[in-house]
């Protein structure tokens, strides 16, 4: 698995409207110019953000962007997982698929199972309030 660059944009986005939050909206350019990503980019990843409910959004003057709920109750994970769709680290745990005619005897199985659960239980124990705090002690 390796996140792509929209995964690791979405997860900026937030992360600066986390550290630029008081409840006023935050304008896509001001976003754009601190992240150093183009606004036709984070266009598409703020609408995917605003259509899952992680951000308000409101357009024309006075609008733009801004956390619905409060930073510690975002995770790692969901943001990723919005940003990238399944995260599975080999294809035959993908989406729907979750096996494939060989899971009845693959003796490899239970480790990506078992991989799966550690990438996923972790990016989900990280919360948006953390990685705040990381930055401070790298």
Do not use: F
């Not at 754009?32 to 990503?37: D, P």
């Not at 259509?51 to 357009?59: F, K, Q």
């Amino acid at each position: 698995m390796m996140i792509s660059t929209k995964g690791r944009y979405a997860l900026r986005v937030m992360l600066d409207l986390a550290d630029h939050s008081s409840g006023a909206y935050i304008p896509l350019k001001d976003i754009a110019q601190r992240q150093e990503i183009s606004v036709k980019y984070l266009e598409n990843i703020l609408a995917s953000l605003s259509r899952a409910g992680l951000v308000d959004a409101i357009r024309g003057k006075g609008g733009g962007y801004r956390l619905c709920r409060p930073v510690a109750a975002y995770s790692a994970g969901e943001i990723i997982r919005l940003a990238e769709g399944d995260l599975a680290t080999v294809s035959c745990l993908k989406g729907d698929q979750k096996g494939c005619e060989k899971a009845g005897h693959c003796r490899a199985l239970p480790l990506w199972q078992g991989l799966d659960r550690v990438v996923y239980d972790y990016l989900d124990s990280v919360s948006l309030a953390q990685l705040q705090g990381m930055e401070e002690t790298l």
